[in-house]
């Protein structure tokens, strides 16, 4: 990364660990608070469906804001929505109400990463970005350690809307902090948004970014493929995760919150090498070899509740080497695809287009979980994640001849 780390960089840093506390926490009080008031384990899976259509049609917005040079702006208030999806709970527990904060969490935490990119990209030599996205991952997985605990206790004091107002408190003091540190920093507006925008007409240039994610499918076919199998891989169970480890694996709030933290654990441990693995063979290799770990762990959640009750924190531990590999190969391969000035383009695009590609993958997930039991969500998407990992062939190859 360099022998001199500037202040922004610090202050994307210090931002992080704040992250790193309130949004795990909403992860897990969340179903734990809806699973006190009567809702049920599926009833997790189509609230992430519903949000997902959100997200697909906001994505490309939030690329078009960060690459006119609002990355900045958007960071904060990715923190603001972070905030907001923890007090819409506290307001009502109707079911539409905890799909918006749901859906504000996912595009809080979508919005961060498209910022985060495009401010790292500017800061860190393309040859240091590997370690430079591991170790701002590390921030936020050393607060990740203690979040899980420390939402479970605070909520055995205050209940869980005493907890979620606390950590909603910490997201708004992280966006004010990390605003301040970054008063340096001025972004790069991309040359696509520069000219869409050179006519005067802002409804024509933001039309453009959704145009450019349509673009993003035919210039990169198989890393969309990919990454749209992956998505939709994890997105079969995960939404459900946390309440499916208490009410059917049986471990209860606190086997959640250890589990949690294992897997928080499992990420820091491997931040650096997971970064220097990236610099050094690759981000496509290292998104492959991410693939066959995840599948690994959701093989272990399936035999977890079937009353291995141990198998779930060995899949944390897998889980958290699976994450932090695909934080280092993602966000390196979408940050060098088309440039630093390119970033919020190639990030929200493609995420953009992954959403909406599994935006039924949630809902399915549920209805196997029901129709065929706990365990068929985590077998099918064991099954698609070694396809996912198959898919890159391509890819590897091109990068062998560079």
Do not use: H
Request: proline fraction near 4%.
């Amino acid at each position: 990364m360099g022998s001199k780390v500037s202040l922004t960089l610090v202050g994307v840093g210090a931002y992080s660990m704040i992250r790193g506390l309130a949004i795990p926490a909403f992860r897990i009080l969340l179903p734990l608070y809806m699973l006190s008031i009567g809702y049920k384990v599926q009833d997790l899976g189509p609230m992430a469906t519903y949000s997902a259509i959100v997200i697909a049609l906001s994505l490309p917005l939030v690329g078009y804001l960060v690459d006119s040079g609002k990355a900045r702006v958007m960071g904060a208030a990715s923190g603001a929505m972070t905030a907001a999806s923890l007090i819409l709970p506290v307001v009502s527990g109707s079911y539409a109400v905890l799909v918006v904060a749901f859906t504000l969490s996912m595009l809080s935490t979508m919005t961060w990463q498209s910022a985060r990119s495009a401010i790292v990209a500017l800061e860190v030599s393309p040859q240091s970005l590997g370690r430079a996205f591991s170790s701002l991952s590390a921030a936020f997985t050393v607060a990740r350690i203690a979040s899980p605990m420390l939402a479970v206790w605070i909520a055995g004091l205050a209940g869980y809307r005493g907890a979620m107002l606390v950590f909603a408190a910490m997201a708004l003091a992280g966006s004010v902090l990390f605003l301040t540190m970054t008063r340096s920093y001025r972004g790069l507006i991309s040359p696509a948004v520069s000219e869409a925008r050179s006519g005067g007409n802002f409804p024509r240039s933001l039309l453009a970014a959704y145009v450019r994610v349509c673009k993003l499918l035919r210039e990169y076919p198989v890393f969309i493929l990919f990454t749209v199998m992956d998505r939709f891989a994890w997105s079969l169970w995960l939404p459900m995760l946390n309440a499916y480890l208490k009410d059917v694996c049986g471990l209860g709030d606190e086997g959640v919150g250890l589990f949690n933290s294992l897997f928080a654990a499992s990420m820091l441990a491997t931040f650096y090498p997971a970064g220097l693995l990236t610099d050094r063979i690759g981000s496509v290799k290292v998104l492959a070899i991410n693939e066959l770990v995840g599948a690994v762990s959701a093989a272990l959640l399936a035999l977890a509740g079937g009353g291995m009750s141990l198998a779930a924190y060995a899949s944390a531990v897998a889980m958290g080497v699976s994450v932090e590999l695909w934080v280092a190969g993602y966000n390196t391969l979408t940050a060098t695809l088309k440039g630093p000035e390119s970033v919020g383009e190639v990030r929200a695009g493609v995420d953009s287009a992954r959403t909406v590609f599994s935006i039924p993958a949630p809902a399915l997930g549920s209805a196997l979980y029901v129709s065929l039991g706990p365990a068929s969500p985590f077998i099918s998407s064991m099954a698609l994640m070694i396809g996912a990992a198959l898919t890159l062939t391509p890819m590897l190859r091109g990068e062998r001849r560079q």
